[in-house]
């Protein structure tokens, strides 16, 4: 397995990314993905009414469009959240636009929401044969502004909610210009009134959670704690990437434009859930951002997240890692 990495580190990070899943998709065609099969599997954990095959799963971003669901379900993640999909197909921002840095274990990106619209993912999730929890992580297109970046959501909302579990609301993506604007009070007020008149007409009853960013003040997070607590938004994911490099080691990434991921994330993603947990000890809460080992994950779970998200970790540690938290 090791090897396999090492090869593919010769390539730019997104082609790598590509050919890795490529490469699973025809070993999950093969049969050859059994190894991977959690041994405790029959220990199901019940949450928000849905059954996880354990806390562990894929972060957005990994499978944007929904293509690598039964492979990468047959790894052993006990739940996927795909996406981030938008209403319409784009090509994100221009290449390279994907670095790996591996001196500090991270990685940089400024994709911009690539994907190949919501119609496709839609398909996909119609299709697939993976027994577990599904996520869709939704997004507005770059070309919407104003009142259409949140009814691109609602479109997004109304096309997929029979097809997937729990829906994410994604407004903490650092790629898509003033995106993350959707955090502050006047916008977010906006945005909810919106997603509370969806959930209500189409009498939706899967579990919505928000998605935020590490780099907001203290206040907008309590802002939207309160806002999630008296609404029917059910939860919240903490966190997106950072925006902050001011923590690499290698100074040459410092003013690189993207989000960072992978362990220089960790401590910042971790602060926030902490955070989340001394306001609300209740609210449902994924936790995400530097998940490299065994000992990472616990310590989210410790932290109080519900259940857990790996992306970068999983990149640079290969799927080993997952046999590695799971089963121990
Ligand atoms: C290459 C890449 C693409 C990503 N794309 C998305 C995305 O489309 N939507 C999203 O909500 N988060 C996206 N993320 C953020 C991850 O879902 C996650 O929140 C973040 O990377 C922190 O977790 P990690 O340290 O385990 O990678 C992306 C991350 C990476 C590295």
Same mark, same amino acid.
């Given at each position: 397995m090791w090897l396999i990495i090492k090869i593919l580190r010769i390539f730019p990070p997104e082609i790598a990314h590509k050919i890795s899943l490529t490469l699973l998709f025809f070993i999950h065609r093969l049969g050859?993905?059994?190894?991977? *099969? %959690?041994?405790?599997?029959?220990e199901t954990i019940e949450f928000l009414g849905l059954r996880f095959k354990n806390t562990l799963g894929t972060a957005a971003g990994l499978d944007k469009n929904g293509d690598y669901i039964d492979c990468l379900g047959a790894l052993g993640f006990g739940f996927l959240e795909v996406g981030t999909i938008t209403p319409r197909a784009q090509a994100g921002n221009?290449?390279?636009?994907v670095f790996r840095l591996n001196k500090d274990k991270g990685v940089i990106n400024?994709?911009?929401?690539n994907n190949k619209g919501i119609d496709h993912l839609v398909t996909n999730l119609k299709q697939h044969k993976y027994d577990g929890v599904i996520g869709v992580n939704i997004g507005a297109n770059k070309s919407s502004h104003g009142k259409k970046r949140i009814e691109d959501y609602i479109e997004c909302i109304r096309k997929v909610y029979k097809y997937t579990d729990y829906i994410t609301v994604n407004?903490?993506?650092?790629?898509? *210009? %003033?995106?993350?604007?959707?955090?502050?009070s006047k916008n977010i007020d906006k945005l909810f009134v919106a997603l509370e008149n969806e959930i209500h007409t189409l009498k939706i009853d899967k579990p919505i959670f928000i998605k935020i960013s590490p780099d907001e003040s203290l206040d907008t997070i309590k802002y939207i704690i309160n806002k999630v607590q008296n609404s029917k938004i059910t939860g919240m994911i903490a966190t997106n990437t950072t925006?902050?490099?001011?923590?690499?080691?290698?100074?040459?990434?410092?003013?690189?434009e993207g989000g960072l991921s992978g362990e220089p994330l960790r401590e910042k993603s971790n602060n926030l859930i902490s955070e989340i947990r001394r306001v609300s000890e209740e609210i449902p809460l994924i936790g995400v951002g530097g998940v490299m080992s065994q000992k990472d994950y616990k310590e989210k779970l410790d932290l109080g997240a519900n259940l857990v998200q790996i992306y970068t970790g999983f990149i640079v540690e290969g799927p080993g890692l997952i046999h590695r938290i799971i089963n121990k």
């Open positions: 050859l993905l059994n190894i991977f *099969k %959690n041994e405790k599997q029959s221009k290449k390279p636009r400024r994709l911009g929401f407004i903490s993506s650092p790629n898509t *210009k %003033n995106l993350r604007n959707l955090q502050n925006t902050d490099k001011s923590t690499l080691k290698d100074e040459k990434y410092w003013d690189y």
